[in-house]
C-alpha cells in the first residue's frame, strides 16, 4: 500500500489525474475565460498558403471545411487572411490593367 503522507498536496493532485504542475496566474485567467487555444499570426499565414497551394495545384474548386474541431476561431482567422490575400491580389491586377 503505497504512503501519501510525504506527498505535496499538489503531486496527490497530478495522481489523481488534475493538472496543477506549473498552473499559474495566466492559466487561471485563460480558463476561466474558456480560452484553449492561441493561433499566431505565423500559424495562420502558413496554414493559409499550405492551403492555397494545395487548392492550386488540383486546378478545381476547393471547400477547406472545419468540422467541430474547435470554436470557430481559426476558421475566422483563415478567412481574414485569405480576404487579404484576395484583395492584395485584385489590387495588384487592377493596378497592372491600369499601367497598359
Known amino acids: ?3 501519501t503522507c510525504n506527498l505535496s498536496l499538489q503531486d496527490i493532485m497530478e495522481v489523481a489525474g488534475g493538472q496543477v504542475k506549473n498552473r499559474g496566474p ?3 485567467l485563460c480558463e476561466e475565460a474558456n480560452i484553449y487555444e492561441f493561433w499566431t499570426r505565423d500559424y495562420v499565414q502558413k496554414l493559409v498558403k499550405y492551403l492555397l497551394d494545395q ?4 486546378h478545381r474548386d476547393t471547400l477547406i471545411l472545419e ?3 474547435g470554436d470557430g476561431l481559426l476558421t475566422h482567422f483563415l478567412k481574414e487572411y485569405m480576404a487579404k490575400i484576395e484583395q492584395n491580389t485584385s489590387s ?3 493596378n497592372k490593367r491600369q499601367r497598359k
Open 1 to 3: 500500500q503505497a504512503k
Open 26 to 28: 495566466f492559466h487561471v
Open 55 to 58: 487548392s492550386q495545384s488540383d
Open 67 to 69: 468540422i467541430g474541431a
Open 92 to 94: 495588384q491586377s487592377f
